[in-house]
């Protein structure tokens, strides 16, 4: 047998994305929500989709969770129908969600004893993540002990240790104050380039988008479909410095033009 | 960050620091004083009015008795109140699971609550006798509904972000009830625990009232026939002890079950 350079078909096939969505749409009685989105998102991808408030950015998450059926369109998984959908997805939410009953530690195992994983093989499988995630000092603290940016941390390692397929953000960094968020936004980037998650983020903050994303999808306000796909051309790793480097000012410049453009469609319609 | 279930009102605003009680037992020994005063100098008669003085000293000179009728009334009282948590527990549970319960229990709970204990009491003695059960079932009856209605409000205050969360991670709803409904209402069940425990001990004694062969209630009712008013103030006032004495157990309990939530407030108010 002899070996030939791998063929187009075969090349697609290798990166059959983690997660495609062609053609979504749902509607929530006569309000129509989403109007036929299509995305997909590459294994070891961060893709983001970007969107005015309101516009049914976190409609797409809870689809994707289960929590709500499209009326039509397909969602693939791996390249099959999404079956059991928590299975397959970790979901980080707006607000962190901690319980305030439980230490750092039993918070971020929590995902973990859902699944019916022992509580110590959970601890386990999570302390030696806790110091990348900044908080082995606070493994026993309970989460009004944490900072803001502490606690939106342990929400990812909670997300994050789950090991579903696709990580789903949903405005991880919404509710944190402005410098803490970007202190936060660099974090993130700096590991997720150490473990490159299959990540969709959900965000309506464009310079967030820039900075994290490999590609964005521009959405409309409701019904929401997609306006722009753009590739972010930065390289990695990226830092705060290069904020005001000329691709990521275009890349700025490009997507606030198209989430414009898909604000002025959607008010003359 | 807000905790989620602040529970308003009894568990509130409390003078911290050590000096908390002295306003209290001032007032008290004010009280005390004026009556002494009173008792001592008016010249009425011990039977109607006895001095404090005289109160203690004849519930110390009496306090086998005073002990072993305590002890009857204060079993009679956890037993019934440890009865009144588990069934307040088990149908909150039963409420929260399914509407149809809801709306088949809750009249049903609440004309529980509207039985006359003067017609209650004696009709419970009928059916069970003079022993520890009748007033069991009496101070379980009186106090399960706070606990229950603690529970409930309790439930209804669970984040609705956490039970997204647990959906997501593909919790069943007995799993999302027990990791996030219970534990929210825990600091709601501790505020009901204290509304029913104010009670539980006066209800116990009642219940001795309708019938019994040991008790403060039958202390009280024995020392009255006689005229010892001087050992009824006494009853009375381990009556007082104990449930004051049960208020702070709640509280040492809350201290134990759910440490963070004090420290939590505690932060929050800083």
Sequence with gaps: MTTRPPIASERADREAPKLRLEGVRHAYRELEVLDGVSLRLGAGELVTILGPSGCGKSTIFAILT??????????????????????????????????????????????LEVQGVSRREARERVTPLLATFGLDQFARAYPFQ?????????ALLRTVVQDRGVLLLDEPFGALDALTRTDMQEWLESVWDTFRWSVLLITHDIRE????????????????RVVAEVTVPLPRPRR?????SPDFVRTEHELRQALSAGRADATQT | MSVHGHVPGLSGRRPAGRWAWVPALAIIAVGIGAWQLYAT?????????????????AGWINRGALWTNTLATLKETVFGFGLAIVVGFVLSA????????????????????TLPLVAIAPLVI????????PKVLLVALLSFFPITVAFLEGYQSTDPDVERLLASMGASRWRVFRSARVPTAMPFFFAGLRIAITYSVVVAIFAEYAGATAGLGVYI??????????LVFAAVLVTTLITVGLFAATYLLERIMIPWYRMSRQTARR
């Design chain 2, 94 to 113: 039963v409420i929260d699971a399914s509407g149809v319960l809801r709306n088949a229990l809750m009249p049903l709970l609440i004309g529980s609550q």
């Design chain 1, 146 to 154: 944490l900072s803001g940016g502490m606690r939106q941390r342990a």
């Design chain 2, 221 to 230: 009712q024995e020392e009255t026939h006689v005229f010892r008013t001087d």
């Design chain 2, 41 to 57: 100098r008016s010249g009425v008669s011990p039977q109607i009015l006895p001095s404090p003085a005289r109160v203690l000293q």
């Design chain 2, 126 to 133: 009928i059916w069970f006798g003079f022993g520890l059960m």
């Design chain 1, 66 to 111: 289960g929590a709500t059926a499209p009326t039509s369109g397909s969602v693939l998984v791996d390249n099959a129908p999404l079956g059991r959908a928590t299975e397959r997805f970790a979901v980080m939410p707006q607000s962190d969600a901690l319980l305030p009953w439980r230490r750092v530690i039993d918070n971020v195992t929590l995902g």
């Design chain 1, 240 to 244: 705060m410095a290069q904020l005001s």
């Design chain 1, 209 to 224: 988008a820039v900075f994290l994303s490999d590609r964005v999808y521009v959405l409309s306000p409701r019904p929401a």
